[in-house]
């Protein structure tokens, strides 16, 4: 596939899934029913935190792509990551407050350094590495949300869980196609 045909897919793609997640942030802004036991509560909890990391990572990540990236397809990409990510963020910042759990908006402490490590390159070699992380990234949140859909009973965890899963797979495939 070109250089167009690609973009164009990205494009396509994205419109798609940041419509999901925005149909997703309304429903949950506008209130879905709320049950949770105690020990499913603290699960529920860990995995807001753990998700709200790990997508403020995405969006970190995404952002100096945008500036540091030479292959437009990766450019592309990476707006789309900072689109989609920041929708997610907010949505999952409603979640997280609808059941009283405070989240950060910084990456954990690992992914911070490895941020550090990526913003230090420049060019081809940029280009490559951030093509790498959001592979193995998206792949690591998807078992995140993977091991979340297992464990956790919660109604409106669960529907963010089922919305997202979907797109954090298509984004590690998106990714898998840019050219690395």
């Given at each position: 596939?070109?250089?167009?045909?690609?973009?164009?897919?990205?494009?396509?793609?994205?419109?798609?899934?940041?419509?999901?997640?925005?149909?997703?942030?309304?429903?949950?802004?506008?209130?879905?029913?709320?049950?949770?036991?105690?020990?499913?509560?603290?699960?529920?909890?860990?995995?807001?935190?753990k998700?709200?990391?790990?997508?403020?990572?995405?969006?970190?990540?995404s952002?100096?792509?945008?500036?540091?990236?030479?292959?437009?397809?990766?450019?592309?990409?990476?707006?789309?990551?900072?689109?989609?990510?920041?929708?997610?963020?907010?949505?999952?910042?409603?979640?997280?407050?609808?059941?009283?759990?405070?989240?950060?908006?910084?990456?954990?402490?690992?992914?911070?350094?490895?941020?550090?490590?990526?913003?230090?390159?420049?060019?081809?070699?940029?280009?490559?590495?951030?093509?790498?992380?959001?592979?193995?990234?998206?792949?690591?949140a998807?078992?995140?949300?993977?091991?979340?859909?297992?464990?956790?009973?919660?109604?409106?965890?669960?529907?963010?869980?089922?919305?997202?899963?979907?797109?954090?797979?298509?984004?590690?495939?998106?990714?898998?196609?840019?050219?690395?």
């Amino acid at each position: 596939m070109n250089e167009r045909g690609i973009l164009s897919t990205i494009r396509k793609r994205g419109r798609a899934v940041t419509g999901a997640v925005r149909a997703y942030a309304c429903a949950l802004i506008l209130g879905a029913t709320h049950a949770a036991a105690a020990g499913t509560a603290d699960a529920g909890a860990t995995f807001l935190q753990k998700a709200a990391e790990a997508n403020a990572a995405e969006i970190k990540t995404s952002q100096a792509a945008q500036t540091r990236a030479v292959d437009p397809a990766v450019k592309a990409f990476a707006d789309r990551m900072v689109d989609e990510h920041t929708a997610n963020e907010h949505a999952l910042e409603s979640l997280a407050k609808k059941h009283k759990v405070t989240v950060g908006d910084d990456p954990d402490p690992a992914r911070q350094i490895r941020i550090g490590t990526l913003q230090k390159l420049k060019g081809p070699a940029f280009d490559h590495a951030y093509v790498k992380t959001m592979i193995e990234d998206h792949a690591a949140a998807a078992g995140l949300f993977e091991d979340a859909a297992r464990a956790i009973d919660d109604a409106e965890i669960r529907q963010f869980v089922d919305a997202t899963l979907p797109v954090l797979r298509e984004h590690a495939e998106a990714a898998k196609a840019l050219p690395h």
